[in-house]
Nanobody
């Protein structure tokens, strides 16, 4: 089992930046593919970005490509999401998630076994 704790959320003006971090504890972090998801008020939770176990493969939803960057540090058991050029529509609770299956669909929420508690990101216009 792995425990995930997000941090770094907050209030920022449109065009600004935030860096979210997710710290993992428990089993070996490098065994897990990691994802970031978000849920805006009144909307379903959606995929944002994901990174493979070794960090060589990254995936993004179209709306954040070129603005967000996912990265990981397996030595520190952390995954980060650098968010630049933020827009009001990026406002949501952001969750990190981990999965250790043999077949990985990065954007598929049902594949992720472990989830953090979420961190709020609010972008003002």
């Amino acid at each position: 089992q792995v425990q995930l704790v997000e941090s770094g959320g907050g209030l920022v003006q449109a065009g600004g930046s935030l860096r979210l971090s997710c710290a993992a504890s428990g089993r070996t972090f490098s065994r897990y593919d990691m994802g970031w998801f978000r849920q805006a008020p009144g909307k379903e939770r959606e995929f944002v970005a994901a990174i493979s176990r070794g960090g060589s493969n990254t995936y993004y939803t179209d709306s954040v490509k070129g603005r967000f960057t996912i990265s990981r540090d397996n030595a520190k058991s952390t995954v980060s999401l650098q968010m630049n050029s933020l827009k009001p529509e990026d406002t949501a609770v952001y969750y990190c998630a981990a999965e250790a299956g043999s077949t990985w669909l990065p954007a598929s929420q049902v594949q992720y076994d472990y989830w953090g508690q979420g961190t709020q990101v609010t972008v003002s216009s």
